[in-house]
């Protein structure tokens, strides 16, 4: 199939004679460019709905209504509104690693930030390839589609489609005010946003050379969360067909935010504005957006962004709808990496920092009982790096494909454990996104990256566009991946080695399915 790709973009390249891609979208030609020796065609910028500016601000995307006869979309558009958290940690990545900080540009930012991009290795609308849609994490605060290690030039090669999206960030996607009208859209802006783009997808990707009958979100933290909330929001029926979650498993284990909540956070800004509450939606409106950026995070600089239950995209938490909604005949894999906490705990970490901070840092488990199953470890940070990871990810993830796997659909587990072969990619471990480059194929130039890193990059882009092609992820030149079930319940380690193995860290996941039986009278028996 990859050679009938080239073929085709061979003969668009000279049969049509021209030197750039064109793609007529929704009464506009989009120009874009030829990346990869022209074997793939980039489509950067491309406008999904119009600029969520003025009094489109807290409002559901609207459908874009400014068009050009020929829009240049050869450039990556603004980030959404955020602060520089992300920049910073990449740039704290590559001095770690001995690089400049400047390896990574300043980044542009505007509340005009509505863009996806497409990589495609043929523009012939009857190739029907299958199409990834990439939803960036970031805590739904930070982020931006084309972080270096999202560019889809090197993946697009593998016979997909590959999409980058957008969303609303923070205050700008994540906010209500009781002033905004029942017959709209009230709060979740940044699904809203995800939805419009789905949207955009199934309209129009076929003429990239993707199937629309073929849609595969896959995303990473906050990003996978967000896939898995969408699985039961009724907006995004039809919209996508499987999904890839990295390093999550979705919201409200505990609790989520309503509605109300969301109402009283916007009247909560008002105030730190200034702004009298009566009548304040017009005037916050009006404020300029590096304001409300700065004075939102002054007010609220822990808050974290999950969706709203708000009756109107979703009705009840995700953690709920997993057990009482089922999954539409979709299939998902999950996957953790093994060091996610360490390279954020504190070098100096110790074992009263353990005991003390640790027991807020985590939900769903009994943490004195987890405490003692971490005690043997010579390093408390990498104790403290063990509890986060088991809680907050690995182990509900585990739980996620248990009960989809139990309840007749697919599910498939990874577990990532490749550190770069470097004396700092070894210290750092698994860290939180080291999985990037394998799936993307965009390794960092200062990193260390050899045939094992090659070797493994290969094996896990198989994997998810095989995924993506079939639903399954198993193939006859790769590793046998067996599904997450009962009684074995393995994983794919995704590592020095291409192995199944039995899950990791039965003890602390079994607390977590003890501590889950007694809150919601379910339990997963993967003790």
Same mark, same amino acid.
């Given at each position: 199939m990859r050679f009938i790709a080239l073929v085709l973009t061979f003969i668009l390249l000279t049969g049509c004679g021209s030197s750039s891609p064109a793609?007529?979208?929704?009464?506009?030609?989009?120009?874009?460019?030829?990346?990869? &020796?022209?074997?793939?065609?980039a489509f950067l910028g491309v406008p999904f709905a119009e600029p969520p500016v003025g009094t489109l601000r807290w409002r559901a995307p609207q459908p874009v209504v400014t068009k050009l006869k020929e829009r240049p979309v050869r450039e990556f558009a603004p980030a959404c509104m955020q602060t520089m958290r992300i920049l910073d940690w990449y740039r704290w990545m590559a001095e770690q690693f001995g690089a400049s900080p400047d390896y990574y540009e300043d980044l542009e930012i505007?509340? &005009?930030?509505?863009?996806?991009?497409?990589?495609?290795?043929?523009?012939?609308?009857?190739?029907?390839?299958?199409?990834?849609?990439?939803?960036h994490g970031g805590s739904n605060k930070s982020g931006w589609s084309y972080e270096k290690n999202y560019?889809?030039?090197?993946?697009?090669?593998?016979?997909?489609?590959?999409?980058s999206v957008a969303y609303r960030q923070g205050v700008f996607g994540f906010l209500s005010h009781p002033e905004l009208p029942d017959n709209e859209p009230r709060a979740n802006f940044g699904y809203w946003d995800l939805v419009a783009s789905l949207e @955009?997808?199934?309209?129009?990707?076929?003429?990239?050379?993707?199937?629309?009958?073929?849609?595969?979100?896959?995303?990473?933290?906050?990003?996978?969360?967000?896939?898995l909330t969408l699985m039961f929001a009724p907006a995004a029926d039809g919209l996508f067909?499987?999904?890839?979650?990295?390093?999550?498993?979705?919201?409200?284990?505990?609790?989520?935010s309503d509605l109300d909540d969301e109402q009283r956070r916007g009247l909560g800004l008002a105030e730190a504005l200034g702004i009298p509450a &009566?009548?304040?939606?017009?005037?916050?409106?009006?404020?300029?957006?590096?304001?409300?950026?700065?004075?939102y995070t002054a007010t609220y600089p822990d808050y974290y962004h999950s969706p709203a239950i708000d009756g109107q995209l979703l009705f009840r938490s995700t953690w709920e709808s997993v057990h009482t909604e089922g999954f539409a005949g979709r299939q998902l894999i999950l996957g953790s990496n093994y060091h996610e906490?360490?390279?954020?705990?504190?070098?100096?970490?110790?074992?009263?920092?353990?005991?003390r901070k640790g027991a807020d840092l985590i939900e769903g488990i009994d943490y004195e009982a987890a405490l003692e199953i971490v005690r043997s470890e010579a390093d408390p940070r990498r104790a403290m790096d063990r509890l986060i990871t088991a809680a907050s990810m690995l182990c509900a993830s585990q739980h996620v494909a248990a009960t989809m796997t139990a309840n007749r659909h697919d599910a498939w587990m990874y577990h990532f454990t490749r550190t770069r072969e470097d004396e700092v990619g070894q210290a750092l471990g698994a860290y939180h996104g080291s999985e990037y480059p394998y799936v993307f194929g965009m390794h960092d130039a200062y990193m260390t990256t050899n045939e094992t890193d090659l070797a493994l990059e290969e094996i896990v882009q198989q994997y998810w566009v095989r995924f993506a092609a079939t639903g399954n992820p198993n193939g006859s030149s790769t590793p046998d991946w067996p599904r997450f079930e009962a009684p074995?319940?393995?994983?794919?380690?995704?590592?020095?080695?291409?192995?199944?193995?039995?899950?990791?860290?039965?003890?602390?996941?079994?607390?977590?399915?003890? @501590?889950?039986?007694?809150?919601?009278?379910?339990s997963n028996s993967l003790n």
């Open positions: 793609v007529s979208v929704n009464g506009e030609k989009l120009a874009g460019k030829y990346i990869e &020796d022209g074997k793939v065609a505007s509340e &005009d930030c509505l863009y996806l991009n497409v990589w495609t290795p043929t523009l012939e609308p009857d190739a029907k390839l299958p199409v990834m849609v990439w939803i560019h889809g030039d090197k993946l697009a090669q593998e016979d997909v489609v590959v999409v @955009w997808v199934r309209d129009n990707v076929e003429k990239f050379g993707g199937d629309p009958g073929r849609v595969t979100l896959f995303g990473e933290s906050a990003g996978a969360a967000n896939i067909h499987r999904g890839i979650l990295q390093s999550s498993a979705g919201f409200g284990i505990k609790r989520m &009566d009548n304040s939606l017009a005037a916050m409106r009006a404020v300029p957006a590096e304001q409300i950026l700065d004075v906490y360490y390279s954020s705990a504190a070098e100096d970490t110790t074992w009263d920092d353990v005991s074995s319940f393995r994983v794919q380690e995704l590592g020095d080695e291409v192995l199944s193995k039995p899950a990791p860290e039965a003890e602390l996941c079994g607390l977590f399915e003890e @501590w889950h039986a007694e809150t919601f009278g379910r």
